[in-house]
């Protein structure tokens, strides 16, 4: 009964430990991801752009630019080629998307495009000005999280401590994980570090990610 106790404690100390993980490369991975959106929006609305003064139709320059554009990019591309082409609503467009990261690039997007219907400026300075500005975004952003990787390494430092504690007390015949697996006490102990080691990670990812800009 004592064993199966104290597995428990252990299990639910590893899950908390696996959550935590897990949440870290999501956010790591969300963050690239949102990058590589933002710069494949870029990089197709320079192609978009360049068919505009080349004296192309927005819907001819829309498909040109989904042409070498990544299959999110290319896929948003066609949607506005299909929806200038039909005169429609070109916020439409956004609705599409479902990812977060590309639909707020792509909302900037059909705002400029929009603007620029309504007021009759040059659809290819305003779709340039908004390129311009998602470029200079994504390499602001670049920037803080290159200053951030000093903060990053720092809080990952302090969550390895415990466990650098729990191995000089072994490499010290002091045995700490018997204590914690074996007894009642030790167990809440293990689980209220691990919740509390965890929610410090939680902590300090919440910092430094929103010292990072959207």
Do not use: K
Not at 28 to 49: C, N, Y
Not at 53 to 80: C, F
Not at 151 to 180: D, E, I, K, Q, T
């Amino acid at each position: 009964m004592s064993r199966s106790r104290g597995r428990l404690g252990a299990l639910l100390a590893a899950t908390l430990l696996a959550v935590t993980v897990r949440r870290q490369l999501r956010t790591r991975t969300e963050s690239r991801q949102t990058l590589t959106a933002v710069d494949g929006l870029a990089e197709a609305l320079r192609t978009l752009v360049a068919g505009l003064r080349a004296g192309a139709h927005p819907a001819t320059a829309a498909d040109l630019a989904a042409e070498d554009a990544p299959p999110q990019i290319a896929t948003a591309m066609r949607a506005i080629a299909a929806t200038a082409r039909l005169d429609g609503d070109i916020a439409a467009v956004v609705n599409s998307v479902r990812t977060p990261a590309l639909a707020t690039a792509l909302g900037r997007v059909t705002t400029a495009w929009q603007l620029a219907q309504r007021y009759g400026l040059p659809l290819s300075d305003v779709l340039d000005a908004t390129r311009r500005d998602l470029e200079q975004r994504a390499r602001f952003t670049r920037q803080v999280q290159a200053r951030m990787a000093g903060p990053r390494l720092s809080a990952l430092a302090l969550a390895m401590l415990p466990a650098v504690g729990l191995a000089l007390g072994a490499a010290m015949g002091a045995n700490p994980l018997a204590v914690f697996t074996g007894t009642a006490l030790g167990q809440v102990l293990l689980v209220t570090g691990v919740a509390l080691l965890c929610a410090g990670i939680a902590w300090s990812t919440r910092i430094t990610t929103r010292a990072v800009p959207r």
